[in-house]
């Protein structure tokens, strides 16, 4: 981290020649002497970087950022500072295409080395030239990540290292200026770098002898369907997939498609019944429908006799083997889901040629005739770059387990980090699999050291949690994985990406000889934490609870908040509110709170309305997220007290809220095009129209900015925010309430009230005050015990709302035994992290097992077991006031702007409640307790008043 920004001298450069467009990797050096003194490294590159200087790693960056909010990182180089030769030797990785963290822009490296009398900026006297190793035709990890990290040793380079000779190297491109192009706001990073921390493995769980399926594809059609767009927004496309598939005879084959599914399937233009299907001997067609996804990449695998060919063109030498057959026109259903979508920001694919009808792509898939579209425009055959060689993740997935023994020795040596451990190949030469377990969930990227014949191959397929009853709950969606062929010899790696995971199946494949493993292990790379916050009391399952939430915030807490550290590690704005209040809980630490509320109200430079995520390729607005960001504007400046950046957070508030009210329609209730989704359970939120708990979280959110716009003495702001959320409040009141239900219907359908009514939709309105009165009462009665009907709480996100519930109820115990039921089954059911989800019903208990949207236990413990919370902006004053619904004890630390608050306090029968706190002498300390009792403030007797 820097201070002010500093003055950019040098150029974006670039490599010469033909380099990929997608996933590319270039490598920089700059050679240098110095005459002794400090010597400084700024720099950013687009996509991401990895640096190091004198053959020590320094880091990687920039954090995600807006093209016109660009971030540069800085590095104090003096500690491997040499007076005569130096060299900075840069990775710079550029994806090519959007993800739901990075906004696709122009490639490029930026970096300044600035010593005493000298300042070495990137020019074309660098050295530039492909990165030797990294494999760039490796498959998407997903729509929300970039690609699955594949690396092959034997084309890799020791380049990173100061004795390397880069004399053949080509001079770098100079491509503009520093100012120039997307990325003209260069600002210093203004968070801390992520932690390293090493893990090891905690034990060795399983070792076995496997094999995967022979057949396995994935197919990159985004460029034969949209090839100008490079976002990731959803794409709706009339298209299919199609091969020709030459066997010696009559076979069945097995499908295994473990994500990334294209639609049916058809072979000899009969759908495939399940996952099975016939060949005939000959030539045979194998047709996939691919419609609508955010990210047109597909896997197809299949188990079949030896032999098989696959060629799109058929008995044609050198043919690829998989064609895009279109676009077509969109047929009418797609349309309908076009226009039904969530947002405006769909790609609707037009037809590749007049030729292309809806007519004849029906055609195709009533015939799948793939010969017969050869002559068509139409019939693209996919290039080698958009069909990977390689799928580490797939191959995982498709492995199974044969009979066969597998001779480890020295295994504790996983565990110790600093033995060998030696794998020996099986007699029938089936790949081997190790089981690790790290302990705990955990983020951050591999390391390991080995010592292998060449081409060996190491998989790691990471996934998060095995169920009590023995299910894997492998992460299908993404690729969770990495590959590594060795050259011969010692060697070790570190992996540029970070992936989330408790589990790794370590696999090693192509084995030759004995492979040996040493020091294996990851490196828990997260936002580092302060833990200036405790709580501990007597219920042991309690402080577990406050415990996992406190590392689902760590695995959950990068360069942003993220939802998850395994499938997306996006920035999603609504779980960053409650995650910023839990983080308060646990850290105190206000820098990625800001950063986060900053990085949400750039969006408005893109959208009327603060955007779902950010910064992403997807330019969405989810309604309750972008209110759910409001409430949090004001949450920062209560916690923290700084109404400094306040003003800054006030005036993006202003600019959501008009965007906001150009939705307001002539009954004065919001009415809105996005995703309005509240909870995944089945709500009826449509995408367009009416959605009565977002008008009631607008009124909750209005009232806050209101208290917010006070605080910083903007009263016109407030009046009229009041003014907005009492008449929407009114609305509310006039057009969604149901008599005959006695509750707030979920929304409008064609002006008319939903027969859809739920507990989110009852709890929004009642702690947003919209239900008073009569209509209160009612709703906090299905808040506590939904109606036969209704719909009912479906995360533990939502719980966040129905605790806050609780607790302004007054229902300290009946928030305190919801903790213990629902988040303390999880703990029972060895979670080490919260769940996305509940999903008792499902053979699998969640999809994500780490997301910190549902780790609010932690807070609310702290704020109301504990006790203590700010009383007025920035704890001024700090209000201490116990709820220790039937437990003994309790202790615990609040951070404060101005110092940590410690409380400590007894509730034993028979005697007086005993609180005692000890704080900094300048904080202002206002105590209720629950009974008689007594309070020690630093050691001195205060008064006291009674809850």
């Not at 890799?156 to 190297?169: G, I």
């Not at 009969?270 to 299907?277: I, N, Q, S, V, W």
């Not at 014949?453 to 009853?469: V, Y």
Request: proline residues 7%.
């Amino acid at each position: 981290m820097s201070g002010a920004p500093i003055h950019w001298r040098g150029r974006w450069i670039w490599a010469e020649g033909e380099l990929p467009s997608r996933n590319a990797f270039v490598a920089f050096r700059r050679r240098f002497p110095c005459e002794g003194g400090p010597a400084t490294l700024h720099v950013t590159a687009d996509s991401r970087y990895v640096a190091w200087f004198n053959g020590v790693w320094l880091g990687s960056g920039p954090v995600r950022c807006w093209p016109g909010h660009w971030r540069y990182d800085t590095y104090d180089l003096t500690p491997w500072l040499r007076k005569d030769d130096n060299v900075l030797a840069v990775l710079v990785n550029h994806y090519g295409e959007g993800t739901f963290q990075y906004i696709a822009g122009p490639p490029g490296l930026l970096a300044q080395i600035e010593m005493p009398g000298a300042t070495i900026m990137t020019s074309p006297s660098w050295r530039a030239a492909a990165a030797p190793g990294y494999v760039t035709a490796a498959p998407r990890i997903s729509v929300q990540e970039a690609f699955e990290e594949q690396f092959d040793a034997r084309q890799a380079e020791p380049w990173t290292q100061l004795d390397f000779d880069d004399r053949s190297w080509p001079a770098a491109v100079d491509l503009r200026g520093p100012y120039a192009g997307p990325h003209f706001g260069l600002a210093p990073r203004d968070i801390p770098f992520l932690t390293q921390e090493p893990v090891l493995p905690k034990r060795l769980v399983s070792v076995e002898a496997v094999r995967s399926v022979p057949y396995r594809f994935t197919i990159y059609a985004k460029p034969y369907v949209a090839p100008s767009d490079h976002s990731s927004n959803f794409v709706f496309a009339h298209y299919y997939l199609a091969t020709q598939v030459w066997s010696r005879r009559n076979a069945r084959v097995t499908f295994h498609i473990p994500h990334k599914h294209p639609g049916p399937l058809k072979v000899n233009g009969k759908l495939a019944e399940g996952d099975r299907a016939t060949l005939k001997a000959g030539w045979n067609t194998l047709v996939a429908r691919a419609d609508a996804h955010h990210l047109p990449e597909f896997v197809i695998a299949l188990d079949g006799p030896p032999g098989l060919r696959f060629s799109a063109w058929g008995d044609v030498l050198f043919g690829t083997p998989w064609a895009v057959v279109g676009p077509f026109e969109l047929r009418e259903d797609q349309k309908r889901q076009a226009a039904e979508h969530m947002d405006a920001s769909a790609v609707l694919v037009g037809p590749m040629s007049n030729t292309a009808t809806c007519e004849a792509g029906e055609a195709f898939w009533e015939s799948c005739d793939v010969a017969a579209q050869h002559p068509h425009r139409y019939f693209q055959g996919v290039r080698p770059e958009h069909l990977p060689e390689a799928n580490a993740f797939v191959q995982a997935a498709t492995d199974r387990v044969v009979p066969g023994d597998v001779r480890v020795e020295n295994a504790d040596g996983l565990g110790s980090g600093s033995d060998w451990t030696t794998v020996h190949p099986t007699a029938d030469g089936s790949d081997v699999r190790l089981l690790l377990d790290f302990g705990h969930e955990l983020i951050g990227p591999h390391a390991f050291e080995v010592a292998a014949p060449e081409g060996t191959i190491l998989d790691f397929h990471n996934f998060e949690f095995i169920q009590p009853d023995g299910r894997h709950n492998l992460a299908e969606g993404m690729n969770n994985s990495l590959r590594y062929i060795c050259r011969e010899g010692i060697q070790s790696y570190r992996s540029i990406v970070r992936r989330g995971f408790q589990y790794s199946y370590l696999i090693l494949r192509n084995m030759t000889g004995p492979v040996k493993l040493r020091g294996v292990h990851a490196l828990f790379s997260s936002y580092p934490q302060s833990r200036r916050g405790s709580f501990a009391c007597s219920d042991a399952q309690l402080d577990r609870i406050w415990q996992a939430g406190a590392l689902t915030l760590r695995c959950c807490a990068e360069d942003t908040y993220t939802d998850c550290p395994t499938y997306e590690q996006t920035h999603w704005v609504g779980d960053a509110r409650n995650e910023a209040l839990i983080d308060w809980a646990v850290n105190g630490d206000p820098r990625l709170w800001f950063h986060c509320l900053e990085q949400t109200g750039h969006s408005l430079d893109r959208s009327a309305v603060t955007e779902s995520h950010v910064p992403s390729a997807w330019q969405n607005v989810l309604t309750a997220w972008s209110l759910l960001w409001m409430r949090s504007c004001r949450e920062y400046v209560l916690f923290t007290g700084d109404r400094e950046r306040g003003l800054a957070l006030l005036d993006f508030v202003r600019r959501n809220v008009e965007g906001l009210a150009k939705h307001i329609n002539a009954q004065g209730l919001l009415d809105i095009r996005a995703w309005n989704m509240f909870d995944w359970a089945p709500m009826d939120t449509p995408s367009r129209g009416v959605v009565t708990h977002q008008n009631c979280q607008l009124v909750h959110a209005l009232r806050d900015a209101a208290e917010l716009a006070t605080w910083l003495r903007k009263a016109t702001l407030a009046r009229s925010w009041r003014k907005m959320a009492a008449a929407l409040s009114d609305a509310i009141n006039a057009h969604l309430w149901s008599d005959e239900k006695q509750a707030y219907t979920d929304c409008l359908r064609d002006g008319k009230h939903s027969p859809v009514f739920s507990q989110q939709t009852q709890t929004a309105a009642y702690i947003a005050g919209v239900a008073r009165g009569a209509r209160g009462r009612r709703c906090w009665e299905i808040v506590q015990t939904p109606p036969e009907g209704f719909v009912r709480a479906g995360s533990p996100f939502f719980e966040f709302f129905l605790l806050e519930g609780y607790l302004r109820e007054g229902r300290h115990q009946d928030f305190l035994d919801t903790v213990r039921r629902d988040w303390g089954r999880m703990i029972d059911l060895g979670a080490t992290t919260f769940w996305e989800t509940w999903s008792s019903t499902s053979d699998r208990l969640t999809r994500s097992h780490c997301h910190a949207w549902s780790a609010a236990p932690t807070f609310f413990l702290s704020t109301h077991v504990l006790g203590v919370r700010p009383g007025g902006p920035g704890f001024e004053p700090v209000l201490v006031e116990p709820h220790p619904c039937g437990l003994t004890w309790c202790r615990g630390t609040m951070p404060t702007p101005r110092g940590d608050v410690e409380v400590q306090w007894e509730n034993e029968d028979g005697k007086p409640f005993a609180l005692r706190v000890r704080a900094p002498e300048a904080l202002a300390i206002r105590a209720v307790l629950p009974r008689e009792g007594t309070f020690l403030l630093n050691g001195r007797l205060q008064e006291t008043g009674r809850g």
